[in-house]
């Protein structure tokens, strides 16, 4: 766990990068199908950004990497029905809403940005010209992450 999660639980800290196969799972089988295509390029996603986000992030997502395709392979083989599979990662996005409140707020609000996103790319694998960079309407449908409570942070300015 990096320092910057450190006001957590290695419990509550395992939820937030479980969070990240939940997404995965969430959008890419948006449709009823998951393809191979929409968890690689998720993989990619994870991997790149243990590398280009802000610091407070990054090793995080290296964190994430370590196990990334263990946890969607379990979450596949577990939630295979659709419906079932929604209402289970409802529920355990959900439940980091209290986590999230936890984290110092620009960090809380900078990761919650990040999962969005993370989202948003996932949704274009699978789309568009060559399967990129188009978001199909199942998965527009769930891009919010509704059951997220968005956290802000404003930067105050210098007086």
Same mark, same amino acid.
């Given at each position: 766990?990096? &320092? ?9 800290? %395992?939820?937030?990068?479980?969070? @990240?196969?939940?997404?995965? @799972?969430?959008?890419? /089988?948006? %449709?009823? &199908? ?37 946890? =969607?392979?379990?979450? !596949?083989?577990?939630?295979?029905? !659709? ?43 699978? /789309? /568009?010209?060559? /399967?990129?960079?188009? =978001?199909?309407?199942?998965? +527009? +449908?769930?891009?919010?992450?509704? !059951? ?9 300015? &210098?007086?």
């Amino acid at each position: 766990m990096t &320092e910057y999660f450190k006001v957590l639980s290695d419990s509550e800290y %395992d939820q937030l990068k479980d969070a @990240i196969s939940l997404i995965t @799972i969430y959008i890419a /089988g948006a %449709d009823g &199908e998951i393809v191979e295509d929409e968890t690689n390029w998720a993989k990619k996603i994870a991997k790149i950004r243990s590398y280009t986000l802000p610091e407070s992030l990054k090793e995080f997502y290296l964190d994430v990497g370590v196990d990334f395709q263990d946890r =969607i392979d379990n979450y !596949m083989k577990t939630l295979s029905n !659709m419906q079932t599979r929604n209402n289970t990662v409802s529920e355990k996005l959900t439940a980091l809403n209290p986590i999230l409140a936890k984290l110092p707020p620009k960090l809380g609000a900078t990761l919650y940005g990040s999962l969005k996103t993370f989202a948003k790319h996932v949704a274009k694998a699978s /789309g /568009g010209f060559l /399967g990129f960079f188009a =978001i199909g309407p199942a998965e +527009a +449908a769930l891009l919010d992450l509704e !059951m997220i409570t968005p956290i802000v942070w404003v930067e105050e300015e &210098e007086a």
